[in-house]
């Protein structure tokens, strides 16, 4: 099957919104086995959205289109869709009830019902975050399927309805597994798999680049799920044996999820003292449930001042090797973990521009402090490109990261 995403909305043409869409839908149908070959964006026009889906459709067999199916006059794609296919609109009283519940107690304004009106003869994705169904509509071979264009509301349909919907379109079973890397770039990895990826057939390989990480993806296809599992296991474990430490996880799993199993299952606390990152760090240990019972403290000490009198950093070291620098870094984590009482501190102090770098030490030059009781501290030297905010989220990340393959030692 050959499908086209269109996204519609005059926000995407103006530039208001990003289409995050597309890049969603893309990675979602390539897990089913389903190709797609074209991206359009359309505005809230009815004669170029119907020329969208005839154009679409001349070269698709299923077109997924995104926005418009709100209650306001702009909100156009159901009307067009049913003029394209001969069909009249009808109200779902399912779809009207299941609104005027999610709204009880509250007036609803007079055109809430145009988000219950759907072409008739369609099949619905009901809307567990919003008001609008989604719309499947199938003719003559072709399948258009309507989503609503807000991506919390879109995601979670499409996943949980539109995904069963599509597998019974064909008598394959398609299976992805997704590998989580990080510490080298898509470039490295290309390089690390180009004979796999190369010579791919069943299973296929694909990465995806990431502002922090890398996602390799592995799908294949087979009579049943089983046995594409079995078809990926092999080439999974050969990737595992190239890229080692640097697959942290697989599908859903999170850095910093698994960063917290490791402390709590070893008994650690843990102290955080960060200067380039300013509490970036500290908010992705916050953002997991449970940090609680291991994140015993946390201090942004950006100057040099509170790195001495918050954390004993001495003024000969700062004044000897600069604040950017793995003794510095070395003397955080461990003044920290000291001071808060703490098992493990942690500490980063670098240069995230755009101005202050140096020859000797330019803009992107960070440096990880670790501190473990009974092991010592370390320290690890992260030469990091992008704009500033980029830079402190991938300091982040490498921090978890080091901390990460430590506590695995």
Same mark, same amino acid.
């Given at each position: 099957m050959i499908a086209e995403v269109l996204g519609i909305g005059t926000e995407l043409l103006l530039g208001d919104i990003?289409?995050?869409?597309?890049?969603?839908?893309?990675?979602?149908?390539?897990?089913?086995?389903? #190709?797609?070959?074209?991206?359009?964006?359309?505005?809230?026009?009815?004669?170029?959205?119907?020329?969208?889906?005839?154009?679409?459709?001349?070269?698709?067999?299923?077109?997924?289109?995104?926005?418009?199916?709100?209650?306001?006059?702009?909100?156009?794609?159901?009307?067009? #869709?049913?003029?394209?296919?001969?069909?009249?609109? /009808?109200?779902?009283?399912? #779809?009207?009830?299941? %609104? $005027?519940?999610r709204f009880a107690g509250r007036k609803l304004s007079e055109n809430a019902k145009r988000n219950a009106m759907v072409p008739e003869g369609s099949s619905l994705l009901p809307n567990n975050h919003g008001s609008a169904p989604g719309v499947c509509l199938e003719q003559d071979g072709k399948l258009l399927i309507l989503l609503p264009g807000p991506p919390h509301e879109l995601e979670p349909m499409f996943t949980k309805y539109a995904v069963p919907f599509l597998r019974k379109k064909t008598n394959l079973a398609f299976v992805s597994r997704t590998l989580k890397i990080v510490g080298i770039g898509e470039s $490295?990895?290309?390089?690390?798999?180009?004979?796999?990826?190369?010579?791919?057939?069943?299973?296929? %390989?694909?990465?995806?680049?990431?502002?922090?990480?890398?996602?390799?993806?592995?799908?294949?296809?087979?009579?049943?799920?089983?046995?594409?599992?079995?078809? %990926?296991?092999?080439?999974?474990? /050969? %990737?595992?044996?190239?890229?080692?430490?640097?697959?942290?996880?697989?599908?859903?799993a999170r850095m910093a999820d698994i960063v917290l199993k490791q402390l709590v299952d070893q008994g650690h606390t843990?102290?955080?003292?960060?200067?380039?990152?300013?509490?970036?760090?500290?908010?992705?240990?916050?953002?997991m449930a449970g940090s609680s019972r291991v994140l015993s403290e946390s201090v942004v000490t950006y100057s040099n001042a509170s790195k001495t009198v918050r954390l004993g950093v001495s003024?000969?070291?700062?004044?000897?090797?600069?604040?950017? #620098?793995?003794?510095?870094?070395?003397?955080?984590?461990?003044?920290v973990a000291h001071t808060a009482g703490s098992s493990i501190g942690i500490s980063t102090t670098g240069v995230a521009g755009p101005d202050g770098g140096t020859v000797d030490k330019p803009v992107g030059l960070v440096y990880i402090g670790l501190y473990i009781a009974g092991k010592g501290v370390e320290t690890e030297e992260l030469r990091?490109?992008?704009?500033?905010?980029?830079?402190?989220?991938?300091?982040?990340?490498?921090?978890?990261?080091?901390?990460?393959?430590?506590?695995?030692q």
């Open positions: 990003a289409n995050t869409n597309a890049q969603f839908l893309s990675r979602e149908l390539a897990a089913l086995g389903i #190709s797609v070959y074209g991206h359009t964006a359309v505005g809230d026009n009815p004669a170029r959205l119907r020329a969208a889906l005839e154009h679409a459709f001349s070269k698709a067999d299923m077109v997924v289109a995104c926005g418009g199916l709100g209650p306001t006059l702009d909100d156009i794609t159901k009307e067009v #869709s049913a003029a394209y296919f001969g069909r009249k609109m /009808e109200l779902c009283e399912d #779809s009207w009830r299941a %609104i $005027q519940k $490295q990895v290309e390089t690390l798999l180009s004979d796999l990826i190369e010579a791919q057939t069943n299973p296929t %390989i694909a990465p995806y680049a990431k502002l922090t990480e890398v996602s390799l993806r592995i799908t294949a296809s087979a009579q049943d799920t089983a046995s594409a599992e079995r078809l %990926i296991d092999p080439v999974a474990e /050969e %990737i595992y044996s190239r890229l080692g430490q640097h697959i942290y996880g697989e599908d859903n843990i102290a955080i003292a960060e200067s380039c990152t300013g509490g970036l760090l500290t908010s992705g240990f916050v953002d003024e000969e070291l700062l004044a000897r090797h600069g604040a950017v #620098s793995a003794q510095v870094a070395a003397a955080m984590a461990e003044g990091l490109i992008g704009d500033r905010n980029e830079i402190r989220a991938r300091a982040v990340v490498g921090a978890m990261d080091m901390l990460r393959v430590s506590l695995k």
